[in-house]
């Protein structure tokens, strides 16, 4: 195909020449059409126009001798997806926020409605709505649209299988949780910052931290007898599932503390017929003591028993019990089981609760900020229950408990005394409590503890 005027770089006016070469059977090609005749520019624009017009009129031929399935415009999607049903026997696996998800996420896969509510609700009814990783798996009849099988479980294992027997209604299953114990021990010694800090520096939960301190609070002073560089022994049990997860809150089992002083090791052990586990020592005698040694946590001695020059009244005097400085509000615990003998306001002892003990011993507790509601006359209080709170009622110079024991009537020093032992297991208590401790010493040496 010649360019007009014979330049190669201006193109033909020959609308046959813009689409290309028609395809046809194998033949010797015919002879290209001769040039158009030379023209001017001015009489190439009539041309132009008329090779136009011709192409529009070709369109507009084809378009309306088309067939109706030529150049259809694509339907609209629909605006709801029915989701894809399952195949026969294949089995879905998806982790969920709750159980509450679980009747719709079967909807999505293609269950059909009633068997997603109802196995939605059996889900609810057995794990709650509360939020946690659920695991749902699901396998499908051979329709893909009916439920036939379903295991919706926690991570521990427990839950829910629904399951169709035959063409029947579907049925659920309770599924206990399928775990195992496994005990673990840490050892480190104490820092100069605190015991809270030692113990979780040495892989001691921080859950575990108080219950640890209370193991020994008739034994040792955590504020004042326990020094940096003295050791300390943790032994607790961890549910765990069978991919290894730790489930829930550790147990502390053993607990140990060696200081310059004394060294003691304690096992938990519930040897009463009420379940209640309690520590023991090697020997099988109880910590527990008639009275805890201090009632009050995170304090400071400021002043002992003894006379002293009274600070507000300026003459020596006897000082009957023990000054414990803590913040206004600070917890202030019952020394022992007793009952209420006095609990309120008495003039230069301010908020002030006495209590008297099985073995008939009193103690004393003066300058509340307040008394805890229940404590009153004539009722029964707990050892550790709380009965009141730091202040600096009554004749008091600052925040502090006033605490004071008396034994047949008369003071004596709270941190001088024998508590008291509480008891020793015997017979066939003594023996399991055994058992339980000699499992114990046997995995700390497994340990190297």
Do not use: C
């Amino acid at each position: 195909m010649r360019a007009m005027d014979g330049r190669p770089d201006e193109l033909s006016y020959d609308p046959r020449s813009w689409l290309g070469p028609v395809p046809g059977p194998a033949a010797k090609s015919p002879s290209p059409p001769p040039p158009p005749p030379r023209q001017s520019s001015r009489s190439a624009r009539p041309l132009w126009l008329a090779s136009a017009a011709v192409a529009v009129a070709g369109f507009a031929t084809a378009y309306l001798a088309r067939t109706p399935t030529q150049w259809a415009a694509p339907a609209s999607a629909p605006a709801t997806r029915a989701a894809p049903a399952l195949a026969s026997a294949e089995q879905r696996i998806l982790n969920l926020a709750s159980a509450a998800d679980v009747g719709s996420s079967l909807s999505v896969l293609g269950i059909v409605p009633a068997d997603a509510n109802q196995a939605g609700r059996m889900a609810i009814a057995r794990l709650g709505r509360d939020p946690g990783e659920i695991r749902l798996a699901v396998t499908a009849d051979a329709s893909g649209r009916q439920l036939r099988h379903a295991e919706i479980t926690r991570a521990d294992g427990s839950g829910i299988e629904i399951a169709r027997k035959g063409q029947g209604a579907l049925q659920a299953t309770n599924l206990s949780a399928k775990l195992t114990r496994q005990m673990m021990f840490v050892r480190g010694e104490l820092d100069g910052e605190s015991f809270y800090s030692s113990a979780v520096a040495a892989g001691v939960a921080d859950v575990l931290v108080d219950e640890f301190a209370n193991a020994f609070r008739y034994d040792f002073d955590m504020q004042r007898e326990v020094q940096p560089g003295d050791v300390f022994e943790a032994g607790f049990e961890q549910r765990m599932t069978p991919d290894g997860e730790r489930v829930g809150q550790p147990e502390l089992v053993y607990a140990g503390l060696t200081t310059n002083a004394k060294s003691r090791a304690l096992y938990r052990f519930a040897g009463t017929g009420d379940g209640v586990a309690e520590w023991f020592d090697s020997a099988g005698k109880s910590s527990r003591r008639a009275l805890m040694r201090t009632p009050v946590e995170a304090a400071r001695i400021s002043s002992g028993f003894g006379m002293r020059n009274h600070p507000i009244l300026g003459f020596a005097k006897l000082h009957r019990g023990t000054d414990f400085a803590a913040p206004t509000g600070t917890p202030i615990f019952a020394a022992g089981d007793a009952t209420v003998v006095f609990a309120g306001p008495k003039g230069p002892n301010g908020n002030f609760v006495k209590l008297r003990h099985d073995n008939g011993w009193e103690t004393l507790y003066l300058h509340m900020n307040r008394i805890m509601p229940g404590v009153s006359v004539g009722g029964h209080v707990a050892q550790g229950q709380q009965i009141g709170e730091v202040g600096t009622t009554g004749r008091s110079t600052g925040p502090h408990l006033h605490y004071e024991v008396h034994i047949a009537g008369a003071p004596v020093d709270p941190l001088s005394i024998d508590t008291g032992q509480t008891r020793t297991l015997t017979g066939a208590m003594l023996a399991r409590f055994r058992k339980v401790r000699d499992t114990i010493d046997a995995r700390r040496a497994a340990d190297g503890v």
